[in-house]
């Protein structure tokens, strides 16, 4: 019972209670469910898009170090030839000098052999 004489049994009958569907906090619902898959989509697409584009990019970055690459391999094969035109001119030189000293030793012995045998004639009277 309560204070004012009044029971719990006839508040309740004397108040009205509709039963009804609330409708509005629906919209709401389907609103942040739309935004949430909408919002899922534009990361997925975006997603995606950066997984396309990003090994063109790389595909890019790759062609530029590979020319500089080839550049860099290109003078030291120039580098390399030309050092190999020098070592083979400096091998033809060094053959070429060494048959000329060879060359010269002979003339020197066969010159100190005739020094010698004009020696000798000059020393008998």
């Known amino acids: 019972m309560n204070l004012f004489g009044k029971t719990d049994t006839q508040e ?7 039963l009804a569907n609330e409708h509005r906090y629906r919209g709401w619902l389907f609103l942040m469910i739309l935004l949430m898959v909408l919002g899922a989509s ?5 997603q995606y898009f950066e997984a396309q584009l990003a090994p063109a ?6 062609e530029l170090e ?4 080839r550049k860099s391999l290109d003078d030291t094969q120039s580098n ?6 020098k070592f083979e001119m400096a091998r033809a030189t060094r053959a070429g000098l ?3 000293v060879g060359e ?3 003339e020197v012995t066969r010159l100190k052999e005739e ?5 000798k004639t000059q020393k008998k009277p």
């Open 42 to 46: 534009a990361y997925a697409g975006i």
């Open 115 to 119: 020094l010698n045998f004009f020696r």
């Open 57 to 62: 990019r790389r595909v890019s970055v790759l």
């Open 12 to 18: 309740l009958s004397t108040r009205q209670y509709i």
């Open 66 to 69: 590979n020319a500089d690459l």
């Open 98 to 100: 060494e048959k000329q």
């Open 104 to 106: 010269l030793s002979q």
């Open 80 to 85: 390399l030839e030309a050092a190999q035109i």
